[in-house]
């Protein structure tokens, strides 16, 4: 007699298949995830052509961090300010889940990997004892998927981690979460969330991506990469310039050897004779002093063109302007040729927030499914807000917004006006609550001058009329 396999305690199977395949792909992208991460934090090796690099500076590291730069220039214009549903209906419920989440700091975290990576990972599941459902986000180093392009749906999901020594797998399937630790057996399932939601409830946060490449490219591109390094080199080749011919060479031309030799006839250090004898020679048995000159100092300033060379030629690659990697001309850009050169950076911010704008609507009603137990009704749309990534002026994003309400286009107390003003989400619900509480106050000023104009007509003496006739002299 067979005793059955209990599901709850081990994978079936096909799970244990799909699980081991997952694995393998998250194996095979960890080395390309890692390279990039190290021209993000400025570690990579600098791939040194072995000319000029001495075996005693081969230890010398040269760090020039513009990959960081150019990333986080970019993620600093997406700015994720507030969720709400695009009916204009009271968002609480959205407004709760985003809180629970610490959505709009983690978005920020989850946009810097995105760019960096070319992807992150979005998962979504019950919570616990009644609280809010979860959205967490995830590392590509960490996690992975399997995608259907057809249906733009994940099929299966892997996350994996270590805690307190022990490997966890978490593996999404469309109808349960499978929780299972790594054991010398093999994995053992601890857990399983049975959702029933008939789709993985993990989605995928991509940069640029294309239509035969869904799983997104990183800003950090080649080109960046391979500018990187060559910038380095030319940093590295100062310093070695620095270390070799920082102290000015000279030559002496009939000089004795006693020149270089102590009282005791010894050889002295190259140090000693260069602060030392150098600068008091004798004459030599002709009675001539002999001569002494000086080779040119090194010059770093043919490095330094090259360098600047290398920033035009990155800034280009990054769409950021040239003075943001340091490179500074002689004539200073005006502030309109500035931002002629942030305008390929704000369309790029534009199109990110396109595509992560549906990744977080996405996410959101995926923790709405969670906590209703039913998909939210299709109609019903979800807005996300995000700041300019333009960064205008506030004296110019306040004229457009009155123009616009003195040609009657927009209501003067819309929030739209308020929203184009530039306020923050939070500075428009206290100018809503401000124009409630005034309009109040003056609703109740009227009302009282009411009341008081009817308590004087009703203490008020009437009129006294008396009618009769006339007697004769005018007199009634």
């Known amino acids: 007699m067979t005793i059955p396999e209990l599901p709850l305690l081990s994978l079936s199977d096909d799970e244990l298949d799909l699980l081991t395949a997952l694995r393998s792909d998250l194996l095979n992208q960890r080395f390309k995830l890692e390279l990039l991460d190290a021209y993000f934090n400025g570690e990579q090796l600098i791939r040194d052509l072995g000319i000029s690099i001495p075996p005693q500076l081969k230890g010398l590291h040269t760090v020039i961090g513009w990959p960081r730069i150019g990333v986080e220039s970019l993620e600093r214009r997406l700015d994720l300010e507030a969720v709400r549903w695009a009916d204009g209906a009271d968002a609480t419920d959205l407004e709760e889940i985003a809180e629970s989440n610490d959505l709009y700091d983690e978005a920020s975290l989850a946009h810097l990997d995105a760019l960096t990576y070319g992807r992150e990972y979005v998962s979504v599941g019950s919570g616990e004892g009644g609280d809010p459902p979860l959205i967490t986000f ?62 993985v409830p993990v989605l995928r946060m991509a940069n640029r991506q ?153 996410a959101l009603r995926l923790a709405l499914w969670f906590r209703d137990g039913e998909p939210p009704d299709k109609a019903r749309r979800i807005e996300t807000v995000w700041r300019n990534p333009a960064t205008p002026t506030i004296a110019a994003q306040t004229d457009a917004a009155v123009k616009l309400v003195q040609a009657g286009i927009l209501p003067a107390d819309g929030d739209v006006v308020l929203e184009m003003a530039g306020l923050t989400e939070d500075q428009r619900r206290r100018v809503a609550a401000e124009r409630r509480r005034s309009a109040g106050a003056a609703a109740g000023g009227q009302l009282m001058e009411r009341l008081a104009a009817l308590s004087e007509s009703d203490t008020l003496p009437p009129t006294a009329e008396v009618t009769g006739g006339d007697d004769g002299l005018g007199r009634q």
């Open 138 to 199: 995830e590392s590509p180093l960490d996690m992975t998927l399997f995608w259907d392009a057809r249906l733009r749906l994940a099929t299966a999901a892997l996350r994996e981690s270590v805690e307190d020594g022990e490997r966890i797998a978490t593996l999404y399937l469309p109808d349960q979460t499978v929780y299972a630790a790594e054991t010398r057996d093999g994995w053992e399932v601890y857990d399983r969330d049975i959702h029933n939601l008939g789709m």
């Open 210 to 362: 294309r239509t035969a490449d869904r799983v997104g490219k990183s800003e950090i591109t080649p080109e960046v990469m391979s500018i990187t390094d060559a910038a380095c080199r030319r940093l590295m080749g100062i310093e070695v310039g620095a270390e070799f011919f920082q102290a000015p060479q000279r030559y002496i031309l009939g000089v004795s050897e006693g020149a270089f030799q102590d009282a005791e006839g010894n050889a002295r250090t190259a140090w000693e004779t260069y602060i030392g004898r150098v600068l008091a020679l004798e004459r030599d048995e002709n009675g001539d002093v002999p001569t002494v000159g000086q080779f040119a100092a090194h010059d770093p300033s043919g490095q330094t063109k090259i360098i600047d060379l290398y920033a035009r030629i990155m800034a280009s690659q990054l769409s950021v302007a040239p003075h943001v990697l340091g490179y500074n001309s002689d004539n200073p850009a005006s502030a309109d040729a500035i931002r002629y050169a942030d305008n390929a950076q704000v369309k790029k911010a534009e199109r990110c927030i396109r595509r992560f704008s549906a990744t977080h609507r996405d």
